[in-house]
């Protein structure tokens, strides 16, 4: 290159699932049968079919295909708040209190580039989900992990949490129901995290894309009472509606908070293609039989997920939530996910790359058929017989 990168991409590298499709892509090429990924939780089913009609209907219009504001057109402003208030029992005001987002990812880098100045303190889980840390890194904030442990039940200890060092801590990011290790959201828990925000004065950023898998209770942090002081929350249509490839996510929170958020999301686009916009009011509508149905295929899959670890000697938790199934190992763990992939055909991630404290793991996504599952315990078994 010409010229040199920015300091602060050192601190980073290209996002791990990017490196790896691009492996199992070229593995792909010298090989007779694909590789099967049950990798990425990346939902294969498909999304509303009221939403696919809405958006083709509205993308047939003339005038659909301009500039649209960034704050989100009211319908959709609208949908949300009346999710939240069906679902979680929360209220929101959709004048000022909801800010729709390219997928709540981009929220993650969006909220850090608002509130973080360099040297700023960010608490980020281990285990977690990667782009937590990446995002706080490229801020150029200082990270400070906190330990989610099995005999824990996956929640922070707030005993050590109290005794670390606290001071210049801005932001920190908690993910219940919890990726990856499937650890259940509940108000008791929420409630322990808002005092602790609250009396630390650290802002609480809540990711909660995860709530409707595999759970028939949804909650949100937003639900405990003064939560707004402290907390704001991130949400998504891409697991519980299919629509990961759509891009369509919110944050939530205090207005004046979701202000700050707009002067800098403000400066990255132009607001979303309005046809997405009044699909995703089509699938915010959708009713508790949408939920049952995609929550009974995925207690089917899950089933068949623990049948290979079970193959594996894993040790897992058959009823977690969340589109994963999270199982030990061993220290080898990194070293199976390997095999699986060289000898099998077969990508099951590998728990370090969500922290340290999850180097004795493996993560299986949810997000393959009945049928695939089969294939890939089948090929499981005959790479481990030789």
């Known amino acids: 290159m010409i010229i040199r990168t920015a300091e602060r991409t050192a601190s ?28 990425i939780g ?21 005038n659909a295909h301009g500039y649209q504001s960034y704050i ?34 981009e929220g993650i ?24 840390s990446s995002a706080a890194k490229l801020c150029q904030a200082e990270l ?11 929640q922070p200890d707030f005993d050590q949490l109290e005794r670390m060092d606290l001071e210049g801590v801005k932001l920190m990011f908690v993910n219940y129901p919890n990726m990856p290790t499937g650890a259940p959201a509940s108000l008791e828990l929420f409630q322990k995290i808002v005092d602790f925000g609250r009396r630390h004065k650290i802002l609480i950023v809540n990711d909660n894309p995860y709530s409707f898998i595999l759970n028939d209770k949804p909650c949100s942090i937003l639900a405990i009472p003064g939560a707004k002081e402290c907390c704001i929350e991130l949400n998504s249509l891409s697991k519980a509606h299919n629509m990961a490839g759509w891009r369509i996510g919110m944050v939530a929170g205090d207005a004046e908070i979701i202000t700050e958020i707009l002067k800098v999301k403000s ?26 149905s995609l929550n009974d295929e995925y207690r089917r899959r899950r089933v068949y997920a623990g049948r290979i670890f079970d193959k594996l000697g894993a040790v897992y938790n058959s009823d977690s939530q969340g589109l994963f199934l999270w199982g030990k190992i061993g220290p080898d763990a990194a070293k199976l996910s390997d ?19 999850g180097e004795q793991y493996l993560r299986i996504s949810l997000c393959a058929g009945i049928e695939v599952f089969k294939e890939a315990l089948s090929r499981i078994e005959k790479a481990l017989e030789i």
């Open 267 to 292: 400066q990255m686009d132009s607001g979303m293609f309005k046809p997405l916009q009044l699909a995703a009011v089509e699938a915010l509508s959708q009713g508790e039989a949408w939920f049952k």
């Open 12 to 39: 980073v590298q290209e996002y791990y699932f990017s490196k790896k499709n691009k492996e199992i892509a070229r593995l792909n090429a010298e090989r007779q049968t694909p590789i099967i990924n049950l990798g």
């Open 339 to 357: 095999k699986l992939l060289y000898e099998a055909g077969v990508f099951i991630t590998p728990g370090f790359i969500f922290g340290h404290n």
């Open 109 to 132: 880098l969006i909220i850090g580039l608002t509130f973080l100045d360099k040297g700023d303190k960010v608490l980020v889980p281990d285990p977690g989900y990667p782009s937590y």
């Open 72 to 105: 989100g057109i009211p319908e959709l402003r609208q949908a949300f708040a009346d999710w939240y208030r069906r679902w979680y029992g929360v209220e929101l005001d959709p004048r000022n209190e909801i800010q729709p987002l390219v997928g709540s990812k």
């Open 42 to 62: 990346s939902p294969d089913g498909s999304a509303p079919q009221t939403a696919i009609e809405r958006l083709y209907e509205e993308a047939c219009k003339e």
């Open 144 to 154: 400070l992990s906190y330990d989610l442990c099995e005999d824990k039940a996956w």
